[in-house]
């Protein structure tokens, strides 16, 4: 890195001639966003409540509008810290409040599975498909992220994209085991969907229960959930930017998610 900070000026100037672009992986908070839904027998993620206190009204605030919001810290577009599974509770800076900063910046390599996902809403991401993605682009860089694109929002109704079938089971993509392991291997920072959960919806069952919380996170990942818009990624070359809230001892905290993309 430049002492005089060419990088930087170049970026700034990027943006500015449009050379980079930047692209926002976030869906909008609202109350109607459906958040994951555990076994009944489970405590549950809370949704998007937003209650105003004042919108420029005579009693409550005449010139000011603002509101008070209630959310679990996995409601929306959202962050996993290692903190969040007992696989990961005793790493070292596992929490948003701890989590080296530096990380909130990263490289991403998308792996487009949006064909398989549309034939199978069951899809399985395996560490053959990675293989083959990687005899494409080339090795999984140390330190990026990994986003498995489905273009999930255009799979299945965007009312019901959490896919909850008649029987009451959800359906979305998701990698198996050897997958993770895979990436773990890899180095890499953490694993992205734009599903509901980083797991597979069918891997409560599975020899490893949820695999990508279990082994991501034990190995000291992140993940990243709800995100939209990735099929505007390049498969490669793209800059992830996803600093959580900085919430005191937080197992995960919605953001927003940015990327900035080569033109
Ligand atoms: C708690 C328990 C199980 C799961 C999750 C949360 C998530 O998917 C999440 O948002 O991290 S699977
Ligand atoms: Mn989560």
Redesign the pocket.
Known sequence: MSKDGAVLSALVEALSNGTVKVVDLTETLRPDYPV?A?PPQ?GQ?SPFIKEEISRYDEERGPAWYWNNITLSE?TGT?F?API?WVTGKDLPNNATDTIDPSHFVAPVCVIDCSKEAAADQDFILTRDFLENWEKEYGEIPAGSWVFMRTDWRKIVSPDNWTNVDADGNAHHPGPDKEAVEFLIERDVMGFGTEC????HAGSFGWDVP?PC?TLIHGAGKY?L?CMTNLDQLPPKGAVVIAPPLKIEEGS?SPLRVLALVPA
């Not at 509901?196 to 797991?199: A, E, M, N, Q, S």
């Open positions: 994951i555990l489970f993620a996995h959202h996993d969040h509901v959960g980083t797991d949820l919380h993940g959930q995960g």
